[in-house]
């Protein structure tokens, strides 16, 4: 449950919220890591000091379901000289350290990042005759937040998130969202470390398609270049009903294809609905034809391997000259899982998978025959696969969110993959690789064409390759959703 009212500055933060480890005293009304923030919101609103505040009725470190502790909603003025409207400007308290004394952040110093790092702000433009923020994009907020603190992955400027459902749940065209830095918040220096200000940019459909086939940063660009849709400080209008890409085709054909031409896609992976099943065995030798399940248990990933797939996805982030696979002892980073519902726990690491079965004890097995299985909106994504990232040497994850199973694609320019040229199908445990030439993937770009026009399929649709000993199928959703899958 939240409740709205008045500011009136940071609320009281509770016992052991007077002072940080090795910082100076701070009045207990104010604890070091809001009040660093807070002043921030004061530098840009100094006639705002008490502003409208969405607050968490339960702290979720009281056991609460919300993570923030509070949502704050500015009024904004926009700045006509650069075409930007007024607007409401919402900023959030509480995924980073806003207390210093490990109740819901552990305390790691000054330099680094403040708990995850960053807060969320969001931009929304004002209805004529509106006299007060409306209070769903808070809500919205906990809601990425929720996914941030049970997957601990992080967001960084130029993410996407998939949320298919309008944001304000009307009948908008804006259903996903983008991330970017907020143009005119600064990062913040508090005694637990440092916080930056990511935005939310509320996106159509073909738009967030385009940043997957191409990349975030591009499209936030387009947006930026188009005042009806964000205009330079990407201020979100749910009555927008238009998509730039309507709004101005040249943007598509001369912007966009050319960006995925030339650039490929920085989308490394997904959480999806697949699975795989290895054809080289007889079906009664469960023990290892069976990758995803062994009887009715399934078969999961050592944390360690865990680790190697959030790297993965993370490194797909980053435009390197020659993309690179982490050994299995990766150290664990914080990955990032694009293309995500955040209303669900889909973390690469799942709650079940800490080394059930020992990561030494799991042998890489080279198959001769592999069956890949997708629901249809996985599916959809394996040209983007393909197009955009195999044959610009780079690799792809589907990560599986019904089991602890993976799929990586990977392109004879990855180095450290398990799977080769000589032995294109391989498997460590659930995690299956799988290794395709230049030839094969255009060839396969071909025989998968109609995956571009969903709208005209039907399931269930099976594709073949039999000299490849190469079989994907899409299937219906309620597939993936048995328990004996």
């Known amino acids: 449950m939240e409740g709205v009212r008045p500011g009136g500055g940071p609320p009281a933060g509770g016992p052991g919220s007077g ?4 910082s100076g005293s701070f009045p207990s009304l104010f604890p070091p890591g809001l009040h660093g923030i807070y ?23 009281l056991g609460g379901p919300d993570p923030l502790d509070y949502v704050s909603m500015y009024r904004n003025l926009g700045n006509p000289a650069l075409n930007v409207p007024e607007h409401w400007h919402y900023v959030s308290f509480g995924l980073s350290d806003l207390y210093g004394d490990n109740r819901v952040h552990e305390f790691t110093g000054t330099d680094g990042p403040s708990g995850f790092g960053f807060e969320l702000t969001f931009r929304l433009k004002r209805e004529t005759g509106e006299s007060a923020p409306p209070t769903w994009p808070a809500e919205l907020m906990q809601g990425l937040a929720r996914y941030v603190f049970q997957s601990e992955n992080t967001f960084c400027s130029g993410d996407h998130v998939s949320w298919h459902s309008p944001l304000d749940n009307s009948e908008s ?3 996903h969202m983008l991330l970017t830095e907020d143009p005119q918040m600064q990062p913040v220096q508090t005694p637990f470390g440092v916080v930056t200000f990511l935005q939310i940019v509320g996106v159509c459909t073909e738009e967030l398609h385009a940043a997957q086939q191409w990349n975030g940063q591009g499209i936030l660009e387009l947006l930026r270049t188009v005042p009806v849709a964000g205009g330079p400080w990407l201020i979100t209008d749910m009555r927008r009903g238009e998509t730039i890409f309507e709004i101005d085709p040249h943007l598509q054909q001369e912007r966009v294809d050319k960006g995925i031409e030339t650039d490929g896609s920085n989308l490394s992976g997904v959480s999806a609905k697949c699975a795989w099943d290895d054809l080289s065995r007889p079906p009664e030798d469960d023990e290892d034809s069976r990758s995803i399940c062994i009887g009715t248990q399934p078969r999961r990933l050592s944390g360690k391997d865990t680790e190697q797939i959030r790297e993965t996805l993370r490194r797909g982030l980053e435009i390197n000259s020659k993309p690179v696979l982490p050994p299995i002892n990766a150290q664990r980073q914080n990955g990032l899982n694009l293309d995500r519902a955040p209303s669900r726990k889909d973390s690469l690491e799942s709650e079940s998978s800490a080394a059930i079965i020992p990561h030494e004890l799991i042998r890489t097995r080279q198959l001769e025959s592999v069956h890949l299985k997708f629901n249809q909106e996985s599916g959809a994504l394996i040209p983007l696969c393909l197009r955009g990232r195999l044959l610009h040497g780079r690799h792809f994850t589907y990560k599986s969110i019904t089991g602890d199973t993976a799929i990586t694609f990977v392109s004879t320019g990855v180095e450290g993959a398990f799977a080769t040229e000589e032995h294109p199908y391989a498997a460590h445990g659930p995690w299956l690789q799988i290794l395709l030439t230049e030839e094969f993937v255009e060839r396969m770009l071909e025989d998968l064409e109609d995956l571009n026009s969903p709208e005209e399929f039907k399931l269930p649709k099976e594709y073949s390759w039999p000299e490849k000993k190469l079989k994907v199928s899409i299937l219906p959703d309620a597939v993936f959703d048995s328990p004996l899958h």
Request: with cysteine; proline share 13%.
């Open 19 to 22: 002072s940080a480890p090795g």
């Open 39 to 61: 002043g921030e919101c004061r530098r840009l609103y100094p006639d705002q000091p008490n502003p409208l505040q969405v607050t968490a009725i339960l702290k979720y470190w």
């Open 173 to 175: 065209r804006i259903q």
